[in-house]
């Protein structure tokens, strides 16, 4: 039995989700693949289970959160909402990882912050304070994640609970990356809008364009 946090991965039938599923079940954690349909999120979990030889659970969004200690959003900016709707009380208490880029289809390289400052502050404001939610991922490419190569890019991670930021900067770190607490979930709009810098520089010709957290001596 491990005892790293069971994690529902809602919207986890998607890339990031799948990325994301892919090295928590190999770093220990427990996942329940969540969707809006039950024989979506049985597909892909049956498809994880066989690339990973490791159990994973399916059940619909609802579900997986109230079965969950933990949560991470995967879904498109134009579904954040509708999928967090009628979520704060399987949720509450628990921390929930909001990895939203309010991109807007087609002009992604445009940095395009919602009126309320940044994604990660809007979940916060549907889904009240009891939900303790902490942002990061939002510079992490999906096919990385789903390949066992090592990622060189660092994880950004803010929270106005700073020992929820801390606890997913473990998180980040057991999947083989660097997490860096933040500040403030309102802070998120910096991670938030360099997503469209880093799709910049890979038209640019950069290779999966990425940050690190530099410290120099002088
Ligand atoms: N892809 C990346 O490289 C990457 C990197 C960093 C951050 N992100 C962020 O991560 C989030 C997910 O990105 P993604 O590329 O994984 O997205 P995606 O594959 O396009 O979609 C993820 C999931 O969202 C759900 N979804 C789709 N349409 C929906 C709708 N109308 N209503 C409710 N749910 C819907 C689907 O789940 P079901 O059909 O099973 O419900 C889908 O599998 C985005 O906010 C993105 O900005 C992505």
Redesign the pocket.
């Known amino acids: 039995m491990s005892n790293l946090e069971t994690t529902a991965i809602l919207?986890g039938?998607?890339?990031?989700?799948e990325g994301l599923a892919r090295r928590m079940l190999k770093a220990g954690y427990p996942i329940i693949l969540g969707?809006?349909?039950l024989a979506?999120?049985e597909k892909e979990a049956a498809k994880l289970t066989k690339a990973t030889g490791l159990k994973v659970e399916a059940m619909v969004?609802a579900d997986a959160a109230a079965a969950a200690d933990m949560a991470i959003l995967?879904?498109?900016?134009?579904?954040?909402l509708?999928?967090l709707e009628g979520l704060e009380d399987c949720l509450k208490g628990k921390i929930l990882v909001d990895?939203?880029?309010p991109?807007r289809p087609p002009r992604v390289g445009r940095v395009a912050l919602p009126s309320e400052g940044c994604a990660a502050v809007r979940a916060q404001q549907c889904l009240g304070s009891k939900v303790r939610l902490v942002s990061a991922?939002?510079?992490?490419?999906?096919?990385l994640l789903r390949s066992d190569d090592p990622i060189q890019g660092d994880v950004l991670v803010c929270s106005d609970d700073k020992a929820a930021g801390k606890q997913v900067c473990g998180l980040v770190e057991r999947i083989g990356l660097i997490g860096w607490y933040v500040g403030p979930l309102a802070n998120s709009a910096a991670a938030e809008a360099l997503?469209s810098i880093l799709i910049q520089l890979n038209r640019q010709g950069f290779s999966n364009a990425g940050i690190k957290m530099i410290s120099q001596q002088v």
């Open positions: 919207g039938t998607g890339d990031l989700g969707s809006r349909k979506k999120a969004n995967t879904v498109p900016f134009a579904h954040q509708s999928t990895t939203t880029v991109l991922f939002q510079n992490i490419a999906a096919h997503t």
